[in-house]
């Protein structure tokens, strides 16, 4: 079950996936449930462990996957960090009477100005 939720499945697609209702899931897998959101982290902390692991036991293949794995995830959160402290773009602010001109320049439709006549065009 906690498969499931480490790939981000739904409470109503794992209940699918196992062949039970989304009641019948909560009432057996009630722990697993309220745990599905740290069920990816966890998986993701198993697989590092094993990749520790058989680096340790001199698997180069293990510690390639290991160090590829650990970049990633700091530029995941240097990615993240940097994306916190980003200002949005800023648009200039207009006052009530400015905002009130730009809405009545901007009519369409019944409402709209009416162009004016041709005579005085030319």
């Known amino acids: ?12 697609q ?9 009641p ?6 009630s722990s697993e449930v309220a745990q599905r959101d740290a069920a ?4 993701e902390m198993v697989q590092l462990a094993r990749l520790n692991d058989g680096a340790k036991a001199g698997s180069v293949a293990a510690e390639k996957e290991l160090g590829r794995r650990l970049e990633k995830a700091r530029l995941d959160a240097l990615s993240e960090e940097v994306s916190r402290h980003a200002k949005p773009p800023t648009t200039p602010r ?11 320049d901007n009519i369409t439709g019944r409402y709209e100005t009416p162009p004016p ?6």
């Open 94 to 104: 207009r006052g009530k009477k400015e905002e009130l001109q730009h809405e009545a």
């Open 40 to 43: 990816a982290l966890r998986f």
């Open 1 to 12: 079950m906690l498969l499931a939720f480490a790939r981000g499945l739904t409470v109503k």
């Open 117 to 122: 006549p041709a005579s005085l065009l030319n």
């Open 14 to 22: 794992a209940a699918t996936a196992i062949g039970v209702s989304v």
């Open 24 to 29: 019948t899931l909560r009432k057996h897998y």
